[in-house]
Each structure stands twice: as C-alpha cells, then as structure tokens.
C-alpha cells in the first residue's frame, strides 16, 4: 500500500468549474506540500501545511491532521491551471527536507 | 533571484556512457535531493546530502553517485550501471527555519538513453 494516495489521477473540467484534488496518507507527517507541475517538468511549490488552511489567490489548501487527509482546492479554474498537481510530506521523524511524493493528479481545464 | 539551477534542460546520450547532471543552489540550503520519475509513478529519492561532503542512498540508489564538496552544488552520475536510465530528474533543496522545512525545486533534467 502507497503511503500517500491522491485521487483523482485524471480530472478535466470546464473552465470556471470549483476544482478539488484529494490526499490521503498513512503516516505521522510534519508537513504536507502541494507541489504543481507544468508540460516542461518543472515543479513549483504552491503550499506546505502542517495544519489548518491556506489560501493563495484562487487556491486553497486544508489538512486534517487526525483524518491524515489534505484537499487542495482551485475556485473560479482556468485553462492555465491545467497541470499535474502533486501532493508530497515530510515523514514525522525522518530527514528534514526527504519528501514521500503521491502519484499526482493530471488536471485539464477546457475553455 | 535564489533558485535551483539543474541543466541541461534535456540529455541525450548513447547506451553505456556515465553522464552527470548538474544542480545548483544559491539558496544557502544545507539540504539536496536528487528525484527521479517515470511516467504514471511519483518521485522517487534517489540520494540526499544534509551537509557538505556527507550523502545518503535514498530507495533507488543503484547505478548512479553523488558528490557534495560545495554547499552549493550536488552533481548526479548517471552510471552504465543504471539499467533503465531514461527518466526525469529533479533536484531539490530544502532549509529548516524555526521547525518548518521548505523545499525548493528545480525544472528537471530529462534524458534520453538511446
């Protein structure tokens, strides 16, 4: 079983369409990012929650610690979001920085 | 602006030849990670360093090496050992402020083994 589960694995909507991507994870964490990933590869980080919620223009991020889920939301969506979105966490314990990647969920966005 | 440089951008190379990615940080990271993907997989950790001449094997660590002589750099070898070396790989920093840890990417290096 993969420590850290992302569903869905593919998700189109139509632009202006409310968007939420799922994470759920087995382990104790000390923090969980949402990682977005564009066509050339590059990776940018678009949160790190340890709990609680957090909000950046149209994204929103929520963990629930004790329910080891975190969901991270897309209001008001646009073609430009289309991208994969990965959700990844530092293991409680371990090496700072070493991070458990889920498999991410590849999000297309219709105009 | 501080960042993570990897390059090149994509590689090609000839079956059984090493080749050597490069990662730099100006971010003053005490932390690197090198991550492979394949395609429909998550990252993979393929070795860390917290420190300057220190590294660890991460889960996939076979058929390639590190080195970290500077803080700022934490080239990858890509061995003739690696037997499927066609993949993505993004490096990483990451820096601990006050108990929270943020992790810095860069935009990958993709190579092709032909």
């Known amino acids: 079983k993969n420590e850290v589960e992302q569903s869905p694995q593919n998700l189109t909507a139509q632009e202006g369409e409310f968007i939420t991507i799922n994470c759920s994870y087995s382990?104790?964490?000390?923090?969980l990012h949402w990682l977005q990933q564009h066509p050339g590869g590059g990776i940018v980080s678009l949160f790190m929650l340890s709990s609680g919620k957090k909000k950046h223009g149209r994204l929103i991020a929520t963990i629930n610690i004790q329910e080891k889920h975190s969901s991270l939301h897309i209001t008001a969506s646009h073609p430009r979001d289309s991208a994969v979105y990965i959700c990844a966490f530092n293991a409680g314990g371990t090496s700072y920085g070493k991070l458990t990647f889920g498999q991410g969920t590849i999000l297309t966005v219709h105009p | 602006d501080g960042g993570i440089t990897q390059s090149p951008k994509y590689l090609f190379r000839k079956e059984g030849q090493n080749v050597t990615l490069s990662c730099e940080q100006n971010l003053n990271h005490d932390a690197m990670y090198w991550y492979r993907q394949d395609p429909g997989q998550g990252l993979r950790l393929i070795y860390y360093?917290?420190?300057?001449?220190?590294?660890q094997k991460g889960d996939i660590a076979e058929g390639y090496s590190v080195s970290r002589e500077k803080k700022e750099s934490f080239p990858l070898t890509v061995t003739s050992a690696q037997k499927n070396p066609t993949a993505f790989y993004l490096c990483?920093?990451?820096?601990?402020?006050?108990?929270?840890?943020?992790?810095?990417f860069g935009q990958g290096t993709r190579l092709t083994v032909v």
């Open positions: 382990v104790g964490i000390s923090a």
């Open positions: 990483a920093s990451s820096t601990r402020d006050r108990g929270r840890t943020e992790a810095f």
């Open positions: 360093s917290q420190i300057v001449n220190d590294f």
